[in-house]
């Protein structure tokens, strides 16, 4: 405490306060150079599956149908509007995305059960 009443009295004396002597270019540490920003790893957009795939064709005939049949106020339609979301971006399915587009569709197409279903 004495030794801080001391200085405080040094900076009375020469006319200086403590933000004068915190903000002299010799008692500021230097700023780091700027850290160079390490490159984003730009996703790879899958490729795009050949367009005389049996199984894209299968999904987007799928899509067609229930985007035609499901009501517009169903909350179905909006799951179903995600999962063509999710199509369109990424040109691919999970497991349980198509499981589910797949028993939607065979509700609106029973007809359509013997269309070939292999991944």
């Known amino acids: 405490m004495i030794a801080m009443r001391k200085a405080n009295a040094v900076l009375g004396a020469s006319q200086k306060n403590w933000q004068d002597i915190l903000l002299t270019p010799f008692a500021r540490r230097p700023e780091p150079p700027p850290q160079p920003q390490p490159q984003q790893q730009q996703r790879r957009k899958p490729d795009p ?3 005389s795939d049996p199984k894209t064709d299968l999904i987007n005939a799928m899509f067609e149908t229930l985007l035609k049949e499901v009501s517009p ?47």
């Open 49 to 51: 599956k050949p367009a």
């Open 73 to 119: 106020e169903s909350n179905f339609r909006s799951f179903v509007l995600s999962v063509h979301a999710h199509w369109l971006k990424r040109n691919r399915l999970t497991d349980k995305q198509y499981r589910a587009i797949r028993k939607a569709y065979l509700n609106y197409k029973p007809e359509a059960e013997n269309e070939d279903d292999r991944r």
